[in-house]
């Protein structure tokens, strides 16, 4: 991930700010569909977010010196995920499993 650039807006083509600015009025609730019991049964709830992870994290609590975090932070951002990847990567010494 680049954190020197900037994220971008997405643009929709449209003017979001009339779409806003809009108010229902009554005559417009003519114009829509009577909600029948065949579009109940064709409704598809989407929940939305990030699918979940096969292989979760673990969430836990760890003391570590002020100077080994600062100087992993000094890395940049994703500095947690490298430093679990070398964690996962040292070898557990024989004897302590």
Do not use: C, F
Not at 15 to 22: F, G, I, T
Not at 31 to 37: R, S, V
């Amino acid at each position: 991930m680049d954190v020197s650039k900037t994220a971008s807006r997405r643009t929709l083509g449209s003017d979001l700010k009339r779409v806003d600015a809009h108010r229902i009025r009554r005559s417009e609730y003519k114009e829509l569909p009577e909600l029948t019991e065949e579009m109940l049964r064709r409704a598809v709830v989407n929940k939305g977010g990030r699918p979940r992870s096969p292989n979760p994290r673990q969430l836990i609590s760890l003391r570590l010196p002020p100077e080994v975090v600062k100087r992993w932070r000094a890395t940049g951002p994703g500095w947690q995920s490298r430093m679990a990847d070398r964690l996962a990567k040292t070898p557990i010494p024989r004897g302590k499993e």
